[in-house]
């Protein structure tokens, strides 16, 4: 067998006289451990610069999968920005209806007091409806009543308006179905249909909302021609 072919297959420093297989005074045996060692630890090496070669294609293995997880992640932050949004809409959405109930309590506090002195008020109309119209003969004992009876319904008409309380009195008024009730209907040739000409019992309003509606006599209108009273809203 040809010398040289025979060195390749020796390590470098085997042979060498000051290398890390030189005899010093070692056995054959121990001589071939220390060259099993140093095939060992350059296969070792070998394989380590293997790893290294071979770990950015494991980190371009990762990145669709990362990608991944951050499209994930930002689904997540979306949708939990989505919930928390409506979750404050909702809660402003309560909060303006607890303040809107707050406000109406307070308005509408007194509607009950108010609809149980709307009699009085009536009364009190109806005792100065029944008094003729000339009392110039009448005693000052009788025109003294007369003007307490008076002042009284004065006083309390302007109680009534310092509490958003409102008289409805819609004589000569178009008839308004959200404000008046229709008690009967006669035909009226100088008036047009629909007109109130009597009012029966007056209405009132509390802060804008009916506690009564006006009971009225309108005039009537022609069938013939369609003109008749709606009283639907």
Same mark, same amino acid.
């Given at each position: 067998?040809?010398?040289?072919?025979?060195?390749?297959?020796?390590?470098?420093?085997?042979?060498?006289?000051?290398?890390?297989?030189?005899?010093?005074?070692?056995?054959?045996?121990?001589?071939?451990?220390?060259?099993?060692?140093?095939?060992?630890?350059?296969?070792?090496?070998?394989?380590?610069?293997?790893?290294?070669?071979?770990?950015?294609?494991?980190?371009?293995?990762?990145?669709?999968?990362?990608?991944?997880?951050?499209?994930?992640?930002?689904?997540? !932050?979306?949708?939990?920005?989505?919930?928390?949004?409506?979750?404050?809409?909702?809660?402003?959405?309560?909060?303006?209806?607890?303040?809107?109930?707050?406000?109406?309590?307070?308005?509408?506090?007194?509607?009950?007091?108010?609809?149980?002195?709307?009699?009085?008020?009536?009364?009190?109309?109806?005792?100065?409806?029944?008094?003729?119209?000339?009392?110039?003969?009448?005693?000052?004992?009788?025109?003294?009543?007369?003007?307490?009876?008076?002042?009284?319904?004065?006083?309390?008409?302007?109680?009534?308006?310092?509490?958003?309380?409102?008289?409805?009195?819609?004589?000569?008024?178009?008839?308004?179905?959200?404000?008046?009730?229709?008690?009967?209907?006669?035909?009226?040739?100088?008036?047009?249909?629909?007109?109130?000409?009597?009012?029966?019992?007056?209405?009132?309003?509390?802060?804008?909302?009916?506690?009564?509606?006006?009971?009225?006599?309108?005039?009537?209108?022609?069938?013939?021609?369609?003109?008749?009273?709606?009283?639907? !809203?």
């Amino acid at each position: 067998m040809d010398n040289n072919e025979n060195n390749n297959d020796i390590p470098e420093g085997f042979d060498e006289p000051t290398g890390p297989f030189a005899n010093k005074n070692k056995s054959p045996a121990e001589s071939m451990e220390a060259y099993d060692s140093f095939a060992e630890a350059d296969a070792q090496a070998a394989f380590d610069r293997e790893q290294e070669l071979e770990e950015p294609d494991s980190d371009a293995d990762n990145a669709p999968a990362e990608h991944d997880r951050v499209a994930e992640l930002e689904q997540e !932050v979306a949708k939990m920005k989505d919930q928390a949004l409506r979750a404050l809409a909702e809660a402003e959405n309560a909060r303006r209806r607890a303040t809107k109930d707050r406000e109406d309590a307070s308005r509408f506090a007194v509607s009950g007091f108010a609809r149980d002195l709307l009699a009085v008020s009536d009364n009190l109309r109806r005792a100065l409806e029944s008094v003729p119209e000339d009392v110039s003969g009448a005693s000052d004992q009788f025109t003294n009543l007369l003007a307490g009876v008076e002042a009284t319904e004065r006083e309390l008409l302007k109680i009534f308006e310092k509490h958003g309380i409102q008289k409805i009195a819609p004589m000569d008024e178009k008839f308004d179905p959200n404000f008046h009730e229709v008690m009967f209907e006669a035909p009226m040739p100088d008036k047009e249909a629909g007109t109130v000409i009597q009012v029966m019992e007056a209405g009132y309003i509390l802060n804008g909302r009916l506690i009564r509606p006006a009971r009225v006599g309108v005039a009537k209108g022609d069938a013939a021609s369609g003109n008749t009273v709606n009283e639907s !809203v």
